[in-house]
């Protein structure tokens, strides 16, 4: 059922979500360099949205040579109550042999960086306070989330296309990796 | 029917998980009451805090959590906090930044991990805005390993730390002293070198002479954010500034400001050819092997490296870490390429691979256009396939230096 919300919101808020986006307005020539992705928390779900923007047509997951990584992190930050009731919580759902959900409230923090030659040069950081209700029994496929917390990881992905666009540093790199990597300007001066 | 007594004795698990439950409960109660110094006036000063950058992007992924760590982070963080409720700002030493500060913090950390006890140490040093250094010592403290699962636990030791620290009373003291009070500097007029731990490099490399001026061709990752450089050749040790850089080739330039009397010069006219010999030279494994130079030899594997890489060719001469920057030259002595890596062969070895001699060279086109780019004068040379009797390392040799990267 939560996966089936999860889905009627993501259907409602994408296009909008992408419509909004600076990134996906840009010119194809406008287009990244190839890059590699990591990420330690919905790996797929970030991949997908990013490469759902034209900018990020170039994004790859087993490029391991590639120069440019867009590295995405998560962390979760302090918040005194929250740890104490999800523990209380947490006590309550095992007492009840699980007839009482449980609840987690985490400060989480999205980190995405452009790193490159495995120096960070650019990051963007997203932070939200997350809440998941969930049965001890059931299966999350939310990754600990909860259907609106992966609803709104989904749209950091959108959000850091639409700031990377917008970036002066991360214009600076592609200019660079065209000057250094356009074909036609390597021929002219190899070897010359 | 004899009635059977027994006593309620709570499981030895039960007793563990209220434990963890209590010490939760009270660490997190503490963290949330304690975080200022209360009532005393601030510091009528701007504090900046320097972080290795080593330090600064330490991670730790434990996979049983699902959860990445940066320990580094939690250790600046926890510095601003404590400083900015004692001074009247504070904030990161970062490159570039031309937000003025009074005083400037540096901060050594080291994370130490022994049986069930994890200690932070962080050896700081206190400078004015002109460098000199006004107060230097240690300070450090522990937590148990197992606490460090918890949300934020390394936030919390380096919370203790940096309270020790910015707390202490020659501390407080020395920044508070009215002779520093007009002093002002920014992360670009503050000599970085002065904050630097001198004990051990960060990192070694290995650069080579590419003009008479004494400018040194090496990789960026090698120099790349170090406030300190040392050129290194033979007894003899000079500082090096940097003179220009690129991250996306992993190519740096750096000034020795001493002439140099053998130069490499580029190759021009037709590219490597596949199969050709190699020579490559470095100074690897700074502090395991004597300082003395290493050549090997090998040959052009492959006009490609790895998949998704650009401007980079594969070579057999095997490298070491330390080798990065070095030259790859032909056999007459011509600049082919920049040694930028080796493959990684840690996750191969879990797959039962062991791969040998892939190496990676930035190809001297690129290198070429880097130097146009920055203006850097370089010396170039036509492809020569006969020998003049020198071998490659005769001619190469004199122009390589071992670099150091001090933070």
Not at chain 1, 152 to 170: I, K, S
Not at chain 2, 50 to 75: C, E, M, T, W
Not at chain 2, 194 to 203: C, F, P, T
């Amino acid at each position: 059922m939560r996966t089936a919300i999860a889905v009627l919101f993501m259907s409602l808020l994408a296009p909008v979500a992408h419509s909004q986006s600076a990134a996906s307005d840009a010119a194809p020539s406008a287009a990244l360099p190839a890059m590699r992705f990591a990420a330690t928390i919905c790996n797929d779900e970030i991949y997908d949205a990013l490469k759902g923007n034209q900018l990020f047509a170039s994004l790859d997951k087993t490029t391991p040579g590639s120069a440019i990584l867009i590295r995405v992190s998560h962390i979760y930050g302090r918040n005194s109550a929250s740890t104490a009731s999800d523990l209380a919580s947490l006590i309550f759902a095992v007492g009840s042999l699980g007839l009482l959900p449980a609840m987690s409230n985490k400060d989480l923090t999205m980190v995405y960086e452009v790193v490159v030659n495995g120096s960070p040069v650019i990051a963007y950081k997203y932070s939200k306070s997350i809440t998941h209700v969930f049965n001890i029994h059931a299966t999350d496929k939310s990754h600990g989330l909860g259907a609106d917390g992966l609803v709104w990881v989904t749209e950091t992905a959108r959000q850091f296309a639409a700031d990377l666009a917008q970036n002066a540093r991360f214009d600076e790199l592609r200019s660079e990796y065209h000057y250094y990597f356009d074909p036609a300007a390597v021929a002219s001066a190899a070897y010359r | 029917m004899a009635r059977m007594d027994y006593k309620r004795v709570p499981h030895p698990i039960v007793w563990r998980v209220l434990g963890l439950a209590a010490a939760l409960l009270s660490a997190t109660a503490a963290d949330a009451a304690d975080t200022s110094p209360k009532q005393k006036p601030k510091i009528d000063r701007v504090l900046a805090v320097y972080v290795p950058q080593k330090d600064s992007d330490s991670r730790l992924f434990i996979a049983q959590l699902n959860n990445s760590f940066a320990p580094g982070k939690a250790l600046e963080d926890a510095a601003l906090d404590v400083s900015r409720a004692l001074y009247r700002d504070a904030n990161l030493l970062l490159t570039g930044s031309s937000t003025p500060f009074n005083v400037v913090l540096s901060l050594h950390p080291k994370w130490d991990t022994k049986d069930r006890n994890t200690t932070l140490t962080i050896h700081y040093k206190l400078l004015d805005a002109a460098g000199n250094v006004l107060v230097e010592s240690s300070a450090s403290n522990d937590m148990a390993t197992p606490k460090l699962i918890v949300n934020n636990a390394f936030y919390a030791l380096s919370l203790g730390v940096m309270k020790d620290i910015l707390r202490d009373e020659q501390v407080l003291a020395k920044a508070s002293d009215p002779a520093i009070a007009g002093q002002t500097a920014t992360a670009a007029s503050f000599d970085r070198a002065a904050l630097v731990s001198r004990e051990k490099s960060a990192r070694s490399g290995t650069g080579f002479f590419i003009n008479d001026h004494g400018q040194i061709m090496t990789a960026a990752h090698v120099v790349h954010d170090c406030p300190l450089v040392q050129i290194k050749t033979g007894e003899k040790t000079v500082d090096a500034k940097l003179v220009a850089e690129s991250v996306l080739l992993d190519l740096a330039v750096v000034d020795s400001g001493v002439a140099a009397a053998h130069v490499v010069p580029l190759r021009v006219g037709t590219a490597y050819e596949l199969g050709e010999e190699v020579t490559n030279i470095g100074y690897p494994l700074d502090g395991l092997l004597a300082a003395s130079p290493n050549v090997t030899r090998g040959n052009v594997s492959s006009r490609g490296a790895l998949a998704g890489s650009a401007g980079q060719f594969q070579f057999s001469a095997p490298v070491q870490p330390g080798s990065s920057g070095g030259p790859v030259v032909s056999s007459t002595g011509e600049l082919i390429g920049v040694t930028v890596g080796t493959l990684g062969i840690n996750g191969l070895i879990q797959q039962g691979v062991l791969p040998q001699n892939v190496n990676f060279a930035l190809d001297a086109r690129y290198v070429a256009r880097f130097m146009d780019r920055n203006n850097v004068l370089y010396l170039t040379v036509a492809a020569n396939r006969k020998p003049d009797g020198r071998s490659a390392t005769e001619i190469t040799l004199p122009a390589v230096v071992q670099l150091l990267c001090y933070q």
